[in-house]
């Protein structure tokens, strides 16, 4: 088997050796390249972002910004990584560090290369139009000096520069070649196809899977677990794809939320405000549906929206493949239908999708929060009157939910006030919320019928949007 590496601003570095635990934070820092910081650990401040070079949906090489706290070193075996360091030398530094000198952005130093990370990768986006504070929404910068780094973001240019950089991109980034890997008693592996994922599960049916790994590295990260085998979904093929036909679109599993948003986000807009609300871009880069539906958590800003949709989920193992409507995949808190060695291979969104769809998502802060409630409506109406209705929320029971009598009350009627107070009314008996420290049953409960309310306010005519 030859040496597995991963190319750092040009230069392989071994991964012999390497725990499969050990975050590409870590190993970059152990490395010598301690510009990427270690703020949080979990995703939440950006001081660890390095930049990737990935396959897009366009099949062009692309530069991505990923927290390196989330990602596993050796799940970066043949892959390209730049770090602050290897952007610019002091003698001659990249035009994204200029700004931040030039702009006084550079005040505390442990967050400025984590944003040099997110700020570079923006620079050579393809669709790049203005400036986007999406593109440094997921690096924090304690000492609150946000006014300098964004001034240095809107300084630059809207053309990427001509470089080294920006000629690495005409190469089609690094394929997601298989891997195996052993540290001691320790396993990893990167099948890159179904059939060797289901080989592999086979011999190791007590396996980690790991997507984008934003939920799976916290439990390394925060609750200090070491798994004795991981397996990376992140190079099976057929996770990978986003196909559309006359019938449905069929989302991979394993795509970034990032490439979904880009896909589907104009036909959908419901799916562009969910990933508007979705954590930052530095963790939509790598999460995946797949793992948003499996980690099954009552909180999960997709499911209710997936749910509205009527989305279908193709499951996969060794045997062969079943398709099962998503509504009646979460079992109960955090547990689904997964048989053992079971895998979701496709979110499948039938057609024609509804005309008005709206997601509502309830937390303590606007932006790159974890919801309190989280809802989706969508409705089809025939001359007025209601044809289909899904209403579906998380955070008001142990699973994501659709509020079947709701929808009952409504399907046939009229879209009118006297109609939602039927609907308001069936839904006052949905749910079964709880009391945490994001809020209270009783404000979860109010929170059900008013973001119905909401949304048929905002679908009457006259309302502004
Ligand atoms: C800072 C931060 C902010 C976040 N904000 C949000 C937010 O706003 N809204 C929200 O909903 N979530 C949020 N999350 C949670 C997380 O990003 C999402 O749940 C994400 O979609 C998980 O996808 P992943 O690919 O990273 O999953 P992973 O961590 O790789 O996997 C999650 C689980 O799914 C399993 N799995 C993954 N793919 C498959 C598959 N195809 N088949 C079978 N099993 C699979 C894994 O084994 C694991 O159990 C946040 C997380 C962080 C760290
Ligand atoms: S250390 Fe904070 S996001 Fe990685
Ligand atoms: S400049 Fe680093 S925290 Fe503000």
């Not at 930049?51 to 990923?66: F, G, I, K, P, S």
């Not at 899977?209 to 390394?220: K, M, N, R």
């Not at 937390?363 to 409630?373: A, H, L, P, Q, Y």
Request: proline share 6%; with cysteine.
């Amino acid at each position: 088997m030859s040496e597995l590496y991963v190319q750092v601003n040009g230069r392989r570095h071994s991964l012999e050796g390497v725990d499969p635990n050990t975050s590409l934070l870590w190993f970059l820092r152990g490395r010598g390249l301690t510009g990427a910081k270690e703020g949080c650990a979990e995703g939440e401040c950006g001081a660890c972002a390095v930049v990737l070079v990935r396959t897009d949906e366009r099949n062009q090489a692309r530069y991505e910004a990923v927290n390196s706290c989330l990602v596993l070193a050796v799940a970066m075996a043949g892959q390209e990584v730049l770090t602050a360091e290897g952007m610019g030398r002091k003698d001659a530094l990249h035009p994204v560090q200029s700004a931040m000198v030039e702009q006084a952005g550079s005040q505390c130093g442990y967050c400025t290369p984590g944003f040099i990370a997110s700020m570079f990768a923006e620079v050579y986006r393809p669709e790049r139009d203005g400036y986007d504070p999406e593109s440094i929404g997921g690096n924090l910068c304690r000492c609150t000096g946000y006014r300098p780094i964004r001034d240095a973001m809107r300084s630059l240019p809207l053309a990427p520069p001509e470089d080294r950089f920006a000629e690495r991109l005409a190469q089609p980034a690094p394929p997601m070649a298989s891997v195996r890997h052993q540290h001691g008693d320790r396993r990893f592996y990167r099948p890159a196809d179904l059939d060797e994922l289901f080989a592999v599960l086979a011999d190791e049916p007590d396996a980690r899977l790991l997507a984008g790994g934003t939920d799976v590295a916290i439990e390394l990260t925060q609750r200090y677990e070491r798994h004795p085998c991981i397996v990376s979904l992140e190079g099976v093929a057929e996770l990978r794809s986003l196909d559309e036909d006359d019938e449905a679109v069929s989302i991979g599993a394993g795509v970034p939320l990032t490439q979904i948003e880009r896909r589907l986000g104009e036909k959908l807009p419901v799916l562009h405000t969910l990933f508007n609300l979705f954590s930052s871009r530095l963790i939509r880069n790598r999460a995946t549906l797949g793992g948003n539906l499996v980690n099954a958590s009552p909180i999960g800003d997709s499911p209710p929206v997936l749910l509205a949709l009527g989305a279908e989920l193709v499951l996969a193992k060794r045997e062969g493949e079943r398709t099962v409507p998503l509504d009646g995949f979460f079992t109960g808190y955090r547990q689904t239908i997964l048989a053992p060695q079971e895998i979701v291979r496709a979110v499948r969104l039938p057609k024609p999708f509804p005309t008005i769809a709206r997601f509502f998502k309830v937390s303590k802060r606007e932006m790159d929060d974890i919801s309190t409630v989280a809802a989706a409506f969508a409705i089809e109406l025939d001359g007025g009157v209601v044809k289909t209705a899904r209403l579906a929320y998380g955070g008001v029971a142990a699973t994501p939910i659709r509020a079947h009598e709701a929808e009952k009350a409504l399907v046939g009627s009229p879209w009118t006030e006297a109609s939602l107070r039927t609907a308001v009314a069936a839904l006052e008996k949905a749910g079964t919320p709880m009391t945490d420290h994001r809020g209270s049953a009783a404000y979860r409960r109010a929170m059900i019928t008013r973001l119905l309310e909401r949304f048929f306010h905002e679908t009457q005519e006259g309302h502004a949007a």
